[in-house]
């Protein structure tokens, strides 16, 4: 079966998955493979769920009678499939990656848009190879606008997703040091990030470029762009209010804007989303609407209220970009504050001189608490007995058994492997 044909077949359903655990009628079943699982042997069983297709691509699974169809490769298909979908659909697309910020970001961009268009975004953490095409392939055909979040952890990833996202526009949020082991290096990872970049300037599309970051304005300087700053020269200008207040406030053509984000390192996140509603015609009033009915969640800054306590729960992922980010905006806290840290993964050769440097940087604040978790973590070198270390989540949490937290604050921050978002802290 060719692309052409299978094309005709999804119009008609406009359905497709790749588990037969989340079979629909007449949906599309596309049987991928992974080192521990091979969806080819599932092909019957999602037929008999009711599925109206199976895709394989092992011949011995083959049934055309039976509406299951080889293909060369069912990844490949799946992804040429979402390329047919997205220009068929005709409408902007905008793409998103970077090392930190990306969910975030495209939440607020989607929470702006959905005020005036019929907006589509990415699902939770579905930015991969799979989890794109996937995306593309969910959006309903009445969408205005799609919203596409892009991750990767080597080179070339970012490259095959803008080839199937295919945006009209980009926006890298920044480059940091995450995913340091597959894409070797700091240098790598802005190599890597910036294929983003490279489609857009191939393809004559459009770059949105926050103009206070000067790597990111020096990558874009030959792409079409759309720039903001807290300065005038750009074509949006917002402003960081300053205030004591723990949430992110900004203005925008004098509208204060008070968001339900911590830290400054949602500054650049919150303007790309003005930013966008603004070039897409949203008056100031409603990109304030937008940004403000729009809670963080997800453990991602997420700030719960607790009768004897305020806990930022960050723990959705961790690299040591961010982490020296939510520390260094923790410190701003008014009152005790306790911090919980969890090993970092994926930084290769970089470890244990980035843990001990987030540890170091941790001492160096003055944190009443601070609580190191993991194996990475337990080889670093301490020089305050405010610092105690644990093994994992486990061990942390039996301590906490007989020993409560009495402090106002508390920061939770970790890579999502460490689950430290099931932390039951009272």
Do not use: W
Not at 95 to 123: D, P, Q
Not at 266 to 293: M, Q
Not at 380 to 389: D, E, F, L, W
Not at 411 to 421: E, Y
């Amino acid at each position: 079966m060719n692309t052409a044909e299978l094309f005709d077949y999804f119009l008609k359903s406009k359905k497709v998955t790749t588990d037969t655990r989340n079979i629909s009628k007449d949906c599309i079943f596309f049987a991928l493979k992974g080192a521990n699982f091979n969806g080819n042997t599932f092909a019957q069983e999602a037929i008999n769920q009711g599925a109206t297709l199976a895709i394989v691509d092992e011949e011995e699974y083959e049934n055309p009678s039976n509406n299951i169809f080889l293909v060369k490769n069912t990844l490949e298909t799946l992804q040429d499939l979402a390329r047919e979908y997205r220009n068929y659909l005709k409408i902007p697309f905008i793409g998103l990656t970077g090392s930190n910020g990306k969910t975030t970001t495209k939440e607020l961009i989607s929470a702006v848009l959905k005020e005036k268009f019929r907006t589509h975004y990415t699902f939770g953490n579905l930015n991969n190879h799979i989890g794109v095409p996937l995306t593309i392939l969910s959006i309903p055909e009445d969408t205005e606008i799609a919203v596409i979040e892009m991750g990767a952890n080597h080179q070339k990833e970012i490259e095959l997703l803008a080839s199937i996202a295919q945006p009209d526009y980009g926006y890298i949020t920044n480059f940091g040091k995450a995913h340091l082991e597959g894409f070797g290096g700091i240098e790598g990872v802005i190599k890597g990030k910036s294929e983003l970049y490279d489609y857009l300037r191939s393809n004559n599309k459009t770059a949105i470029v926050n103009y206070n970051d000067p790597l990111q304005v020096e990558k874009t300087n030959d792409i079409k762009r759309i720039t903001f700053s807290d300065e005038s020269s750009t074509n949006y200008q917002i402003k960081l209010i300053e205030s004591k207040q723990e949430f992110l406030a900004v203005s925008y053509e004098n509208e204060l804007i008070e968001s339900h984000l911590t830290g400054h390192y949602n500054f650049s996140n919150i303007s790309c989303a003005i930013t966008l509603g603004a070039h897409f015609g949203i008056d100031p009033v409603t990109i304030k609407k937008g940004i403000e009915d729009y809670f963080p969640s997800n453990s991602r800054s997420q700030i719960i209220e607790k009768e004897n306590h305020k806990i930022i729960m960050d723990a959705y992922n961790a690299n040591p970009s961010s982490m020296e980010a939510a520390l260094n905006n923790f410190v701003k806290f008014e009152g005790t504050k306790t911090v919980i840290i969890g090993d970092m993964f994926e930084l290769g050769n970089e470890s244990k001189i980035e843990h001990q440097r987030i540890l170091d940087l941790a001492e160096s604040l003055n944190f009443d608490q601070i609580f190191i978790l993991g194996l990475n973590f337990k080889e670093t070198i301490t020089h305050s007995s405010k610092v105690k270390k644990f093994d994992n989540r486990t061990t942390f949490e039996e301590y906490l058994k007989g020993n409560l937290i009495l402090t106002q604050n508390i920061l939770v921050k970790g890579s999502h492997g460490m689950r430290l978002d099931l932390l039951n802290i009272n």
